[in-house]
């Protein structure tokens, strides 16, 4: 059955919200605007949208903010389920919090948004981020950018762009510390301290690290093809997958350290690593012998930069950075390993002109990729006849980017332009404007337009036995405009939008289709091709507010995602998800309980690419929390994840935790 998108419900959806706020808006009378700036959560300053420190009202793109708070409080041991608690934001993982998942923003797939850590893009040899490399307790806030970003951060912006920042120093020192342990023998330590040193306190230093271990689950589900006596095991392929527990070990490390040693003038140094080996259920591909395999990923980020205030409007930011991802695949057979080192050098400039801002950025960035596949991992065909592939291939992209903002009176605007100059594909323009008009002090409405692009993986190139070396970008145009309320308790932020994605690169079965795989064959059985022009129209909806102790939070989006090629869903993309949080504080204690609710959605497409397949059904997260301080500094807290033990998928055949438990320890000096 296709599952397609009801127009009729994205209709009434927006007109019950736009009523509701329009409603708010009729009891305000004062249109002479002065935009406030608030530093609270519900009005936080937001440095993502346009590489700058802003007011949340003020910033045009469609945005969601995470704080420290939201995160300990979370009742999550991963990023990607942080992430599928906020609005226009789904994921698919194949099983726990170890291993591999993919978050898509607004239906992008995860290699069309960008993710950055204290201003470093990371990426992988398959393009966009491995999350499960990411320790959540290194975190100390994220900021969500929706909509394609390319004309400020270039290639993979198509989606929007996720930024994850660690904890910087200043002020006194600090010292946190928390220990717990829970279900699946889960145990996650971590430690960090901050503070200034020096006289005048001009040098700030912070040190993080974290450690985490778990037994896991089994993962493999019943209507796995690979489960034996399951309703779609295939005695066609090789042995049934082993349905032991697996488990994870992660390891992290954070640090920055920057000094202040002259008026407006700083230097600082900032560093990120981590270390995720997770087990999976597989087989050996010659004897079909069943496994459980081991894979590592590694991460290290290492950025310097220099911020000088040249003169009264001018102030100037360099930063060179290296980012490196390592992955490693162990199994009885091979141990191939595929790394992806990226140097990048940045000046970005800006300029005060009145009450308006200029910005000039140069940008050169520089990829790896090398890969050493073993003949085994590359079976073709007669394995005596294979031999070891070693990849080494480079890509080098010169970019220069201006924007300028605009403030007069009511009237907010943004107009941004960027080439890319790509050593494989030339020159790629991006262009943006954004315009926003505040009715009253609280209430502004916005509509942006932006394009984006995406340059194909260096495993879309040149994976052997699967990478197609004539791909092309990806493209993409966004057009959106939304409706915002905001004081210091609430905010209502109402976005519709609508995204279309050319050359959408999709891998194509060599067996199933009349797709011609090439000479010699795709070892893998499939190919990447630029296949799609996808659609994807939506509108998201979020509410926040605090009153008095207790803290709500609640968001709804409606989606369809098609591919107008075939006309079908695109996989792994339910088409309406919902999440609901509340927090309530009373003296020493603090309660609450998060709620994500899920569309169903299609886990494939067949090898002719004429129906959807893999249906996965809806299902209802809910999560609940509490802690209690003991003295001061010290507290203790529960969490108790899936109360209700749904038995659910994001990624077909793969299952995800049941009803677990965590409590802890946690120490933080006030």
Not at 45 to 68: E, F, M, Q
Not at 294 to 310: D, V
Not at 384 to 403: D, E, P, Y
Not at 467 to 474: H, S, V
Request: with cysteine.
């Amino acid at each position: 059955m296709k599952q397609q998108f009801s127009r009729k419900y994205l209709d009434a959806f927006l007109c019950a919200s736009l009523f509701i706020l329009s409603s708010t808006a009729s009891s305000q009378t004062n249109s002479s605007v002065s935009v406030t700036n608030s530093l609270d959560p519900i009005n936080p300053v937001i440095v993502t949208a346009t590489r700058t420190p802003k007011s949340g009202n003020d910033v045009l793109a469609d945005y969601t903010y995470i704080s420290r708070e939201e995160i300990e409080n979370s009742a999550q041991s991963s990023l990607p389920d942080l992430l599928q608690q906020q609005r226009g934001i789904q994921i698919s993982s194949s099983g726990g919090a170890g291993n591999l998942s993919s978050v898509y923003l607004r239906g992008a797939s995860n290699a069309q948004s960008l993710v950055l850590v204290d201003g470093v893009k990371i990426d992988s040899t398959g393009g966009g981020a491995i999350w499960s490399a990411i320790p959540l307790s290194l975190i100390d806030h994220i900021e969500i950018i929706y909509g394609p970003q390319s004309t400020f951060y270039g290639s993979d912006a198509m989606g929007g762009v996720v930024q994850i920042f660690t904890k910087k120093g200043g002020g006194p020192t600090q010292f946190e510390a928390s220990a717990g342990y829970g279900t699946y023998n889960t145990s996650i330590t971590s430690a960090s301290m901050s503070g200034s040193i020096g006289v005048e306190g001009k040098t700030n230093y912070s040190i993080g690290l974290s450690q985490e271990n778990s037994a896991g689950f089994n993962t493999v589900a019943p209507n796995n093809p690979h489960y034996k006596g399951g309703a779609n095991y295939s005695t066609t392929l090789p042995s049934p997958y082993p349905t032991t527990p697996t488990g994870y070990t992660r390891l992290g490390a954070s640090g920055s350290l920057s000094t202040v040693w002259s008026a407006g003038q700083e230097l600082g140094l900032k560093i990120f690593a981590s270390k995720n080996s997770y087990q999976y259920p597989s087989n050996e591909y010659l004897s079909g012998n069943a496994e459980v395999a081991q894979g590592i990923n590694q991460l290290a980020i290492f950025s310097a930069y220099s911020k000088n205030q040249i003169s009264d409007i001018w102030q100037s930011y360099f930063q060179a950075s290296s980012s490196t991802n390592a992955s490693q695949s162990l199994t009885t057979q091979s141990n191939d390993r595929l790394v992806t080192p990226s140097y990048d050098f940045l000046w970005q400039n800006d300029i005060n002109i009145g009450t308006d801002k200029l910005q000039v950025l140069l940008e050169r960035n520089i990829q790896y990729a090398n890969m050493n596949n073993s003949a085994y991992q590359t079976y073709c065909g007669d394995p005596n006849a294979c031999s070891n592939i070693n990849i080494n291939q480079q890509r080098t992209t010169n970019s220069i980017a201006g924007s300028y903002e605009l403030k007069r009176g009511n009237n907010l605007a943004t107009l941004a332009l960027r080439n890319d100059q790509i050593s494989q594909y030339g020159s790629k323009v991006t262009y943006s404007a954004a315009y926003g008009y505040f009715i009253t002090k609280e209430l502004r409405t916005n509509i942006n337009y932006g394009t984006g692009f995406r340059a194909p993986s260096f495993n879309d190139l040149y994976y052997p036995g699967y990478g197609t070396a004539n791909l092309k970008p990806e493209t993409n145009k966004n057009l959106e405009a939304g409706i915002h309320y905001e004081t210091r308790n609430y905010g209502v932020h109402l976005t519709a939008y609508q995204n279309k994605i050319e050359n959408f690169i999709v891998p194509i079965n060599c067996y199933d289709s009349d797709y011609n795989c090439g000479n010699p064959a795709y070892y893998s059985g499939s190919h990447p091709v630029n296949f799609s022009l996808v659609q994807i129209k939506g509108a998201s909806l979020g509410v926040d507010g605090k009153i008095n102790d207790l803290t709500l939070k609640a968001s709804a989006d409606a989606m369809s995602t098609v591919d107008q090629t075939t006309g079908l869903d695109v996989p792994n993309r339910a088409n309406w998800v919902g999440n609901f949080l509340a927090d309530y504080k009373i003296n020493k204690f603090n309660f609450g309980t998060n709620i994500t609710l899920s569309g169903p959605r299609w886990g494939g497409v067949n090898g002719t690419q004429t129906a959807n397949t893999y249906n996965m059904q809806s299902y209802t997260l809910v999560g609940l929390y509490g802690s209690y301080q003991i003295e001061k500094n010290l507290s203790t807290f529960i969490r108790w994840n899936n109360v209700f033990n749904s038995q659910y998928q994001t990624n077909y055949g793969y299952a995800n935790p049941g009803s677990n438990v965590f409590v802890g320890l946690r120490y933080a000096m006030k």
